[in-house]
């Protein structure tokens, strides 16, 4: 029954059995952390065989050259060809690097801070100000980027199909002082939504104001499929190939999630005027990349076939997880209007929309109550949720139990934080 219905006698005897029920979990003293999308031991151990396939005595490319040794900061031939293939560019139009992505994303928008983009006629700081697009709900360490490089942040509302193109476009087309837009193109971080043709192909011949405008295509969950195959997702390098706007995109991708989340391997996509900007900038910080840890990847996978029936074993492991999640909240929070949520075929994370000015209560009952999530606002610029509503959860590391457990106090959370509100209202 829709908890607004209800009238306020109603109201106030649901709120105390909610309260008493929220008191009796939460003496439970339990500790269960939803806040990240962290890999699983069990995920984990799925790669272990990682450590085994470089010895002292093996650790040479195809060609001899010996990769204990410094250089070829664009990462070792054999894995430029596999993740070339897997991000569906060319070797030419790749670097494989260090362990994480995010390091990349981070490293190439300060030094388009410090020196500038092609395309552009002077670094962004001396600029009178750069902005950034961040469709929301999102993710929250693009957002700590921009905010700790000063670039001003502009929310743009997720669909379904990907983010509002009618806003992004608007944006755009006569600013030159927008600079950029962060893309989770697939699985989105939180929503799980991805991105469809017509998106793709607006964003990559769209007029825009800034010639160093730059697409930052964070495809971190590419093939992170719970069980029903890869989604499709349009090749956005290639569409902007195709509308005469090559240098748009940088497409970032990395195996954290794949295989050992401390020690992946990272990788840049882009148009050859880009990556030649990048190997520039980057000659002057690093010596080259860790070389065994590539050679050892491909080796692991050995081709991207290898890679698809990895991630059908990892599918295997968290797609109970994510049913458990989806099972409780119809359960608890189905046709009571206070609540909706995603239901996602991939990637990390459950996205819940509660009642609008909930959220943050709902995030501080579940936590007094042993259970830890993203704090509310977390996904939105600034830490700032307009509607406080917004809510994501985190089902991978927890165990099968754990997750049933944290969605009983998560749910408990909801209703009587939105009982509470609906009360006030009346």
Known sequence: MDLASKTTAELDVLAGELQQDYDRLRGRNIGIDMTRGKPAPEQLDLSKGLLETVTLDDCFGEDGTDYRNYGIIDGIPEAKRLFAEYMEVTPGEIIVGGSASLTMMYDTLASAVLFGMPGGESPWKDQKSAKFLCPVPGYDRHFTICEKLGLEMINIDMDN???????????VKDDPSVKGMWCVPKY???SGATYTDAVVDRLAAMPVAAGDFRVIWDNAYAAHHLGSGPAKLKNLLQACKDAGNPDRVLMFGSTSKISLAGAGVAMLAASKTNIDDALEKMFVSTIG???????????????VAGIAVHMDKLAAILAPKFAVVDEILEHRLGGKGIATWTKPEGGYFVSVDVMDGCATEVVRLAGAAGVKVV???GTFPYGKDPRDRNIRL??????????RDALEVFCTCVELACADKLRAEK
């Open 161 to 171: 199909d990907g983010p509002d193109m009618d806003a992004v476009e608007a944006a």
């Open 188 to 190: 989105s971080n939180p």
């Open 289 to 303: 990349p860790d070389k065994i840890n590539q050679l050892r990847h491909v080796r692991f996978f050995g081709d």
């Open 375 to 377: 704090p509310a606002g």
């Open 394 to 403: 985190a089902p991978s590391m927890p165990s099968i139990d754990e997750n």
